[in-house]
DNA sequence: CCATGGCATTACATCGATGTAAATAGTCCG
DNA sequence: CGGACTATTTACATCGATGTAATGCCATGG
């Protein structure tokens, strides 16, 4: 088996110092034409390709990013995923993706760089994280956090406001006439996660149409999957006094309900109104296609993929952390009459 | 800004060589209890961690696998996705996730390593590779081709046996007294990839049950997405003489074909069955729940893992390469009367 | 008491690429 | 033609970890 060229070779092979070929292969500019050319067939002629693990020893960079999210299988992920992955891309950067399932010890493991040995920086969305697993944190990493604000520990933030996207979310059944709402997958106790803040969102537009809460209606969720949305809303709708419309946190969720419900007779919009969050593909094409709160994921995935590769280019100096507002708009399609 | 401490400084501290401070991180046995111990403290009270770039220029592993596919969200290559990374964790692997789009120079670029610098070997999904793509490639890079059989190239193959799998499925529709059943997604013509083989099976099907092939039913699709499925159903229904049973090539085809169904008033089972391919967890909600073909994605991923691995470790002596057939099922729904 | 041999530890070189600083080659001007 | 610069190129050290081979240590046996 013939061994990889190295550099050594392309130099020999183009009569040049290695030096030389890495100047050429980094566009230093102070190299003449002739050479440069010369040094380029050298290359193509052994097949050289640059030894990452060489260039990262000595640079201290591997140019990927750590992309850590939950579940690749939530659609919204993965199509987080790909944004993030095109931005990197743009910016010269690699993305290294990694699941936690949600557990609290590898959202650490991220945080720490554990899992990221080979990696500038990370992008977590946090599911279990608690903020204090942010104090104290090795701030050598990098590190920019999605969806939720797990507050202090001089990481970056992006997220879209959830307070307020609930908030337009259930003001739009309110408007519908709905008055029984529940919220699928919401939280009122427990870390600050997007589950309490949407929960939040949803109390205030209740406060605001003078409606009384009944915390009753807010129903937390094993997961946020396809299969604890159908049972949740089974349990709701055989409840004495069942809700006239979810406010589901996922789409997963509520694509869910809107299946167990289907199978309990009940249909959606005309029954109980649906709503959703995250505006996955598969919204677009249910039956009934699904209202939802659709996250501007294009921003999201730029704004963590800048900021932080703004971060990892200047060490030291950090600014103080970054809090990015990503757009986001409710789009109501048939499961809440549109 | 406190610089990572290095093998050296831990020797320092603990008082030993670093050699031996390697030694006992790679668990070397002959060091005497005394010793590890003592390197054990310093590493915990440096907080130190190993430089994989360091490692790897010396051991020339990074531990990494590429897995490369079309995209990401197509939610069968996400669950694929989890599943080839529980399996490399299992084997101490970290997994390195690239998209191709589809686009030819992309998978291109993965099974000469060229995106894959950081990796050990690759588990390329091909969508666009050419069967001559493959001959004459550097073999120092071990790949693993899934889902279609581009045939030689010094590469290991997983994937379901398309033709029966097919086969099986559209004769579950003739027993359901179909007749004129339409292969959205399928190919007559071009590279020899899963839609070929498919429709393939689909064909066999028909032959045997004395049936004549239409080839207008055959009908390619851009990409297989959801859209691409509601376009191509769109357009079937409303020919003159339009199919009674949709052999849709993945679930997102089939689910945006049930759905373009639905708006043009037709509905799922009772009008029209149709079936699917890959078992994807939207398929067990949608309304209605869809039959589709299932592979055993643990199976594809596990043999593909364990084949990438097992090469990695030997390389010279490379085996003849290996054609891994993964298990699959028809999972009859509501789509098709189930 | 010394040779023998196994265990524990270490010195040194090396993986491949690149930053630094110095050397060499050119160019222009007086 | 020599000096002063600038443009190119190169020598050398270094990033961090580890394989190789050598050394040191200790116990056993003759």
Not at 297 to 326: F, S
């Amino acid at each position: 088996m013939v061994p990889r060229p190295r550099i050594k070779d392309v130099a020999e092979y183009a009569g040049v110092s290695p030096k030389t070929v890495s100047n050429v292969i980094n566009d230093y500019e102070h190299v003449s034409e002739r050479t440069r050319t010369a040094v380029r067939e050298a290359i193509d002629a052994l097949g050289y390709r640059v030894n990452l693990a060489g260039r990262q020893l000595r640079r201290g960079r591997t140019g990927m990013l750590a992309l850590v999210v939950p579940e690749l299988d939530v659609a919204y992920f993965a199509e987080l995923a790909r944004h993030v992955m095109l931005e990197a891309d743009r910016r010269g950067g690699t993305v290294l993706i990694h699941e936690t399932g949600g557990r609290r010890e590898r959202e650490l493991a991220a945080v720490s760089g554990f899992d990221a040995q080979f990696t500038d920086g990370v992008i977590l969305s946090p599911l279990a994280l608690l903020p204090r697993d942010l104090t104290g944190r090795d701030t050598r990493l990098p590190l920019v956090l999605l969806g939720e604000r797990t507050a202090p520990g001089g990481a970056d933030h992006v997220g879209i406001d959830n307070v307020l996207a609930a908030r337009e979310a259930t003001e739009h059944l309110l408007a519908r006439g709905r008055r029984r709402i529940a919220v699928v997958g919401g939280a009122l106790r427990g870390p600050q996660g997007t589950d309490r803040l949407r929960t939040h969102g949803y109390r205030a537009a209740l406060g605001a149409a003078g409606l009384p809460f009944d915390s009753g209606l807010v129903v937390p969720v094993p997961a946020f999957h396809w299969q604890d949305g159908a049972r949740a809303a089974t349990e709701l709708v055989t409840r004495r006094d069942p809700p006239d419309a979810l406010l589901c946190l996922n789409d997963h969720l509520a694509l869910g309900a809107v299946r167990a419900l289907h199978e309990r007779g009940l249909s959606v919009p005309e029954d109980l109104d649906v709503v959703g969050f995250d505006d996955i593909e598969a919204s677009r094409f249910s039956i009934p296609t699904l209202s939802t709160v659709a996250p501007d994921k294009r921003d999201i995935a730029r704004a963590a993929v800048h900021l932080l590769m703004d971060r990892i280019d200047r060490p030291e100096d950090g600014p103080p952390p970054v809090e990015h507002v990503a757009g986001h708009r409710l789009i109501v399609r048939e499961s809440s009459g549109g």
